[in-house]
Protein backbone atom coordinates (compact mmCIF):
# COMPACT_ATOMS: atom_id res chain seq x y z
CA UNK A 1 0.00 0.00 0.00
CA UNK A 2 1.50 3.16 -0.75
CA UNK A 3 1.69 6.11 1.84
CA UNK A 4 -0.39 8.42 -0.54
CA UNK A 5 -3.80 8.04 -1.91
CA UNK A 6 -4.05 10.94 -4.13
CA UNK A 7 -7.96 10.94 -2.41
CA UNK A 8 -7.22 14.60 -0.56
CA UNK A 9 -5.98 16.03 -3.53
CA UNK A 10 -9.20 18.24 -3.91
CA UNK A 11 -9.05 19.31 -0.15
CA UNK A 12 -11.45 16.65 1.41
CA UNK A 13 -10.94 13.47 3.53
CA UNK A 14 -12.60 10.67 4.79
CA UNK A 15 -13.85 10.55 8.49
CA UNK A 16 -14.18 7.17 10.32
CA UNK A 17 -17.74 6.62 8.88
CA UNK A 18 -15.79 7.45 5.18
CA UNK A 19 -17.92 10.62 4.49
CA UNK A 20 -15.98 13.19 2.72
CA UNK A 21 -15.59 16.24 4.05
CA UNK A 22 -13.02 19.41 3.63
CA UNK A 23 -9.87 19.41 5.09
CA UNK A 24 -11.11 23.03 6.62
CA UNK A 25 -14.05 21.13 8.37
CA UNK A 26 -14.31 22.17 12.05
CA UNK A 27 -14.12 18.41 13.00
CA UNK A 28 -10.74 17.85 10.84
CA UNK A 29 -9.17 21.37 12.24
CA UNK A 30 -9.93 20.15 15.90
CA UNK A 31 -8.28 16.41 15.44
CA UNK A 32 -5.57 18.11 13.60
CA UNK A 33 -4.91 20.37 16.59
CA UNK A 34 -4.88 17.12 18.90
CA UNK A 35 -2.18 15.68 16.03
CA UNK A 36 -0.11 18.90 16.62
CA UNK A 37 -0.25 18.93 20.34
CA UNK A 38 0.91 14.67 20.28
CA UNK A 39 4.01 15.50 18.13
CA UNK A 40 4.80 18.74 20.77
CA UNK A 41 4.99 15.75 23.56
CA UNK A 42 7.01 13.33 20.80
CA UNK A 43 9.46 16.65 20.78
CA UNK A 44 9.67 16.71 24.55
CA UNK A 45 10.07 13.15 25.30
CA UNK A 46 12.72 13.44 22.31
CA UNK A 47 14.29 15.76 24.46
CA UNK A 48 15.12 13.04 27.40
CA UNK A 49 12.78 12.88 30.86
CA UNK A 50 12.76 11.26 33.57
CA UNK A 51 11.12 7.40 33.66
CA UNK A 52 7.93 8.86 35.71
CA UNK A 53 7.21 11.55 32.81
CA UNK A 54 8.65 9.81 30.18
CA UNK A 55 5.64 7.00 31.23
CA UNK A 56 3.17 9.68 31.81
CA UNK A 57 3.94 11.35 28.42
CA UNK A 58 3.88 8.24 26.69
CA UNK A 59 0.43 7.19 27.80
CA UNK A 60 -0.84 10.61 27.19
CA UNK A 61 0.33 10.29 24.04
CA UNK A 62 -1.73 7.00 23.30
CA UNK A 63 -4.81 8.99 24.91
CA UNK A 64 -4.61 11.41 22.62
CA UNK A 65 -5.03 9.36 19.17
CA UNK A 66 -8.15 8.20 20.73
CA UNK A 67 -9.15 11.40 21.17
CA UNK A 68 -8.35 11.74 17.83
CA UNK A 69 -10.19 8.92 16.62
CA UNK A 70 -13.14 9.90 18.43
CA UNK A 71 -13.36 13.76 16.89
CA UNK A 72 -13.38 11.63 13.03
CA UNK A 73 -15.89 9.19 14.45
CA UNK A 74 -18.95 11.58 14.79
CA UNK A 75 -21.33 8.61 14.87
CA UNK A 76 -19.49 6.61 17.21
CA UNK A 77 -19.07 3.32 15.46
CA UNK A 78 -15.46 3.07 16.23
CA UNK A 79 -15.50 3.04 19.88
CA UNK A 80 -17.91 -0.29 19.62
CA UNK A 81 -14.82 -2.21 17.50
CA UNK A 82 -11.89 -0.67 19.24
CA UNK A 83 -11.51 -0.07 22.75
CA UNK A 84 -8.34 1.64 22.54
CA UNK A 85 -10.04 4.35 20.91
CA UNK A 86 -12.29 5.29 23.72
CA UNK A 87 -11.12 7.95 26.73
CA UNK A 88 -13.20 7.63 29.39
CA UNK A 89 -13.88 9.24 32.66
CA UNK A 90 -11.16 6.97 34.61
CA UNK A 91 -8.66 8.09 31.93
CA UNK A 92 -9.59 11.82 33.43
CA UNK A 93 -9.24 10.24 37.11
CA UNK A 94 -5.80 9.16 35.80
CA UNK A 95 -4.14 12.35 34.83
CA UNK A 96 -5.79 14.22 38.20
CA UNK A 97 -3.86 11.70 40.23
CA UNK A 98 -0.81 12.31 38.07
CA UNK A 99 -1.46 16.03 38.87
CA UNK A 100 -1.76 15.46 42.59
CA UNK A 101 1.31 13.30 42.69
CA UNK A 102 3.56 15.57 40.73
CA UNK A 103 2.29 19.09 42.58
CA UNK A 104 3.83 17.06 46.11
CA UNK A 105 6.99 17.91 44.68
CA UNK A 106 6.77 21.76 43.74
CA UNK A 107 6.93 24.62 45.75
CA UNK A 108 3.12 26.20 45.64
CA UNK A 109 2.79 28.92 42.94
CA UNK A 110 2.16 32.40 44.94
CA UNK A 111 2.29 34.09 41.70
CA UNK A 112 1.89 33.56 38.22
CA UNK A 113 5.06 32.27 36.18
CA UNK A 114 6.15 32.98 32.85
CA UNK A 115 6.35 29.72 30.30
CA UNK A 116 9.85 28.49 29.79
CA UNK A 117 12.77 27.28 31.85
CA UNK A 118 14.96 24.63 30.02
CA UNK A 119 14.39 22.81 26.65
CA UNK A 120 12.28 20.22 27.60
CA UNK A 121 10.28 22.49 30.35
CA UNK A 122 9.41 25.00 27.28
CA UNK A 123 8.24 22.34 25.01
CA UNK A 124 5.86 21.24 27.75
CA UNK A 125 4.75 24.94 28.20
CA UNK A 126 3.84 24.87 24.22
CA UNK A 127 2.28 21.77 24.64
CA UNK A 128 -0.18 23.01 27.51
CA UNK A 129 -1.03 25.99 25.29
CA UNK A 130 -1.46 23.48 21.74
CA UNK A 131 -3.83 21.39 24.41
CA UNK A 132 -6.00 24.60 25.55
CA UNK A 133 -6.26 25.43 21.48
CA UNK A 134 -7.40 21.95 20.27
CA UNK A 135 -9.73 21.92 24.07
CA UNK A 136 -11.11 25.47 22.10
CA UNK A 137 -11.54 23.52 18.90
CA UNK A 138 -13.66 20.49 20.31
CA UNK A 139 -15.70 22.83 22.65
CA UNK A 140 -17.08 24.66 19.30
CA UNK A 141 -18.02 21.90 17.91
CA UNK A 142 -21.59 20.91 16.92
CA UNK A 143 -23.15 18.51 17.53
CA UNK A 144 -20.80 18.33 20.59
CA UNK A 145 -18.80 15.58 21.00
CA UNK A 146 -18.87 13.11 23.86
CA UNK A 147 -18.09 15.29 27.40
CA UNK A 148 -15.40 13.45 28.60
CA UNK A 149 -13.45 14.64 25.89
CA UNK A 150 -13.64 18.38 26.82
CA UNK A 151 -13.07 17.08 30.44
CA UNK A 152 -10.08 14.79 29.25
CA UNK A 153 -8.32 18.38 27.56
CA UNK A 154 -8.78 20.61 30.01
CA UNK A 155 -7.37 18.32 33.29
CA UNK A 156 -4.85 17.74 30.31
CA UNK A 157 -3.94 20.93 30.20
CA UNK A 158 -3.56 21.88 34.04
CA UNK A 159 -1.33 18.35 34.11
CA UNK A 160 0.53 20.25 31.47
CA UNK A 161 1.32 22.84 33.39
CA UNK A 162 2.64 20.95 36.45
CA UNK A 163 4.80 18.45 34.44
CA UNK A 164 6.48 21.57 32.52
CA UNK A 165 7.38 23.48 36.46
CA UNK A 166 8.25 19.66 37.43
CA UNK A 167 10.69 18.99 34.85
CA UNK A 168 12.24 22.67 35.22
CA UNK A 169 12.40 21.72 38.73
CA UNK A 170 14.37 18.88 38.48
CA UNK A 171 16.81 20.22 36.41
CA UNK A 172 17.04 23.57 38.83
CA UNK A 173 15.66 25.85 36.01
CA UNK A 174 14.32 28.78 38.00
CA UNK A 175 10.86 30.49 37.24
CA UNK A 176 10.61 33.49 36.64
CA UNK A 177 7.18 35.65 38.30
CA UNK A 178 5.29 37.76 35.96
Same mark, same amino acid.
Given at each position: ??????? +??? +??????????????? #??????????????? /??? #?? #?????????????????????????????? $????????? #???????????? +??? $????????? /???????? +??????????????????????????????????????? /???????????????????????
Amino acid at each position: MKLYTRT +GDA +GETALFDNSRVSKAD #ARVDAYGEVDELNAW /LGL #AR #ARGLDDDLESALLHIQRDLFAVGAQLADPN $DRLATRVSK #AVVADTDVERLE +GLI $DTFEQELPP /LTRFILAG +GGETGAAIHVSRTVCRRAERRIVALAPAPDPVLIRYMNR /LSDLLFVLARVVNHRAHQPEIEW
